[in-house]
């Protein structure tokens, strides 16, 4: 076996955050099919009685599938940096090992934390507030490497830098606004702190939302080899749709509390100009459907994306735009979100966006990052009929599971407004922990694919390979 | 100049650098003014704070993170129910229950009196604060709360006796999901009292009235009696469906941003 020279520093970095999110990734998987498992009230009683928490696994399950999505966008960002943007320096490579460190004992901390059953008790902050400090600290850190490199020229950089740096200082300002409850005045008024909370939990996603739209324009652009769209009027109206959305259209989550009005409208008016996605995402679809066909780097007879899996991923993730954000636009609507509020619609929704837009990216991603790596023999390990099939496996799953959630949530929404029980709480406790564990079941298969090649980087044969965005 | 960067003379006129600085400040503004319209609103915070025994009630919510489960004005995990508006159709004693021996899915979390009593205190000063859900209606009569029940859960024809029996003889005193203070005496909630006694201890009571509390005996013959207990038992078994229109006003619409109450 002869060690790949080809690795830099820079590389090495890169492939540490890859493997955190795949731990990270593990983490949130099983602590979702725990959590889900408590959904059939005879399995509740059982795990209750040892122990095992639906109010501990839950958070752990949400916290890491966000260090899942935040660690690949880290791998891609410093991927940008070490190949596009001149590597990275010496003082860089400290400050990369000094963040990861820092997030490393922030999750380490948090899972123990959970595990026993210490928590801050709120959503998607549910890590007590020393695990916050240590990763805000780390994230910060993280900042400074991000500016140090990308602040040259920064305003005539492509738009997924601009994407890059507003989800990355956004992300600072929602996180810090999200332990406003530790103010007393604050805590003691519930009403008022669910507006702050909500504000910055809305907005907190908003700013993940923009590192997984830059990192799909930048490997879009790597992978096409056209600088053009990331440069594009339309490439920058839509940003600034999405920058206008994340920035104010935060209240549709808090349509109900008592606050002023004129908050509530701007939030539906801004809501709605997602419609303008919707159809450019409608536009783009038709284009790509009527595009000539490409020829496929293995086998020239297929359609581009037939064995190509990232583009299998990216392509997945179109068609999850379309509907995720029709569906957003649907339930931003004030009296159908009266109808849905609190119902499983919301958690479909979310778990749509998180699965079906930001993750399917991140694979496509994960997925192009290992092609660069390895030699033309181990792409089709990758770029395989049966990885395909798993990620189709996991899109039909991951349909499944949002499309049961959605009618599940609606019509208790429905019955709950006219005042009945739930008629399908009975079905919820076998479908929901059902499809959730055949879409773990296809998430793994997939992995179980991918991550080894992550963790065998530098074990592999040497073969004297120009990666694809050398080319 | 890196692949990341584009010539001047390539440069696309929106995308200039100082028209994008102009965007950016433009979306910041905006950021900015929405923010400081949430944080300069009043109508929240005019709100009373919580007394300090509810404030210990919330203290306890988060420290068993409750939120993973139940949500308060929608907001939280799915597993359980809503509790913003639970205060109105918890007793104390359904509520020592719960706290103690966990229902359900939910875990037997062992609350002491004390917690027990700081989270009831929480639970009803949040109560006090709004509406969590939308509803068709709203403080209904508990005879056409029944009757709306009714149509989507029929009672039998003993149950519908049973009805005529409480709507003639028994409503006078006693309502449905709350007690009723008559005279010096106070007549239960009858949903309460139906889920809390056995049924020989429901016959007895039904039979020989409570002469210590004020409720008369001997009102109903045998048959009347096993009436009004079937309609008890329909009255139990539908509680959830009762409780929700029992403390609402009138009929509404689908609301656009406020519930009503």
Redesign the interface.
Known sequence: MVHVPSLSAGDRVVLTQLRLAVGALALALVGGLIAVL??I?PV??VL?LGGV????F??IHTIFAHAWIFGVNLAVIYH?IDH???GLSERALKRARLHTWLFIVAGFLAFATLIV?V?????YL?FIPLVSLLFLVGWIVFLINFFAHMRH?F?????Y??MWA?GACYFTYTFIEGHAYLLP?L??????D??????SCGTLVGSMNFLVYGTLLYIGERMSGD?GYA???TA?WLF?VG??NS??N??H?T??????????W??FVVSMLEIIIVLRVLWDINTMRRAPKRELLLDETRHWYEYDVVGTFLVSAKWWTLVLVFHAVLISI??LN??I????V??GHGMGSEIGIDTMILLGAFAWLLTGWYPAQSLPRVNNRRTRWYAIGLNISAAILVSWLTLAGTVHGIA??????HPLASWNAVMFPLVGTVFAVFFVGLMCRLAPLVFGVEARVAVDQTPPWER | MGPLQVPDNEMIDFARPHTRIGLMVVLVCAFVFQTVLVYSDDTAMQMAPLSPTALEGRALWHEHNCQACHQIYGFGGFLGPDLTNAAGRLTPEMMHEVLTDGVGQMPAFGFTSDEIVVMHAYLVELDRTGTSQPRKFANMAPLAAVDAVAEHAPMSVEQLAGREIYAATCQSCHLLGRDNLVGANLASDLITSAATLNDAELANVLQFGRPEDGMPGGLLDPTQLGEVAAFLAWLVENQTSLALRLTSSEESGIPWFTYPR
Do not use: M
């Open positions: 408590h959904y009230p509740a009683t209750n928490h639906f109010a501990a839950r958070p940008a596009d943007s001149g059953g928590t801050s008790g709120r959503e549910g020229g305003w005539k950089r492509p738009v830098v601009l507003v005045g805590d003691a008024r519930p009403v008022a669910l507006q702050v909370q909500w504000k600088s440069q594009s009027r920058w600034t920058c206008l920035f104010t935060f209240a989550h349509y109900h509390l008592p606050q002023l009005e004129i908050i509530k701007i939030a004030p009296p009266a109808l509020h609190g119902t499983h919301v958690l709950r407004y006219n005042g009945l029980p």
